[in-house]
């Protein structure tokens, strides 16, 4: 049985999936992204506009790599994510963030406690994504903003080939040296070949509870920064 049973996401092995990965996690991230992903945090960074004193939540914050820039300007961060790993090792990196363990779609969190929400390459990797959408719009409050940084589809047709190329092919052979776990690579290539389109996920948000929903391509539309108000 695999990450994959009867065609849903099992968060169980998701959580422990990432939970092996946790250690090394950050550094493939920039092997395989090229170090793009440095530009696609600082451009998530920038959209969040964090504020001193604004309580703001990191969703699938894993390590607290996206978080500590959003602290780093004065924010009260707090980084909820559904492995145990992953917060361990955000913990020793990070020890002045608050690390939550929780799934995404049952956030424990009173309603309207957050200024703003953020979720970086991770809501595709929740099973139900509308009830997540929901639960952010619950815990955010009124007229606060939501943030989501996800890998997408490439406008151009060359660069969508070559990507496609690139994820079946060559990410899995570069996780399996770095990390000894080609499986969940491949698992990381599918969920992002199924992804919903740029337009197709702007309008999952904003059919569950956000309004002013717009987006920005990155890299060519090899990311999306999704942007929405409660």
């Known amino acids: 049985m695999g990450i994959f049973d009867g065609g849903e996401k099992d968060p169980a092995r998701i959580a422990a999936m990432f939970t092996a990965l946790a250690p090394r996690y950050d550094l493939v991230n920039d092997l395989v992204s090229f170090g793009q992903n440095r530009a696609w945090r600082v451009a998530t960074t920038a959209a969040v506009d964090p504020q001193p004193g604004e309580r703001i939540l990191d ?81 955010v409050k009124p007229g606060g903003r939501l943030v989501i940084c996800e890998f997408s589809h490439p406008v151009a047709r060359p660069l969508a080939g070559l990507y496609r190329w690139y994820l079946t092919n060559i990410l899995p052979k570069i996780a399996a040296i770095a990390t000894g776990e080609p499986q969940a690579y491949r698992y990381f290539a599918n969920s992002i070949l199924g992804w919903p389109s740029q337009v197709d996920f702007a309008n999952q948000i904003a059919n569950n509870g956000w309004r002013r929903v717009g987006f920005r391509n990155l890299s060519g539309g090899i990311a999306c920064l999704h942007r929405a108000t409660r």
């Open 59 to 139: 969703l699938a914050g894993g390590t607290g790599a996206s978080a500590a820039p959003l602290a780093a300007r004065g924010a009260q961060v707090t980084v909820c994510d559904i492995s145990p790993g992953m917060i361990e090792v955000g913990r020793r990196r990070h020890p002045a963030l608050d690390f939550v363990a929780a799934d995404g779609a049952n956030l424990p969190f009173a309603d309207g406690h957050f200024d703003k929400a953020t979720v970086t390459f991770g809501v595709r990797n929740m099973p139900d994504a509308p009830k997540v959408l929901r639960e952010l719009a619950r815990v």
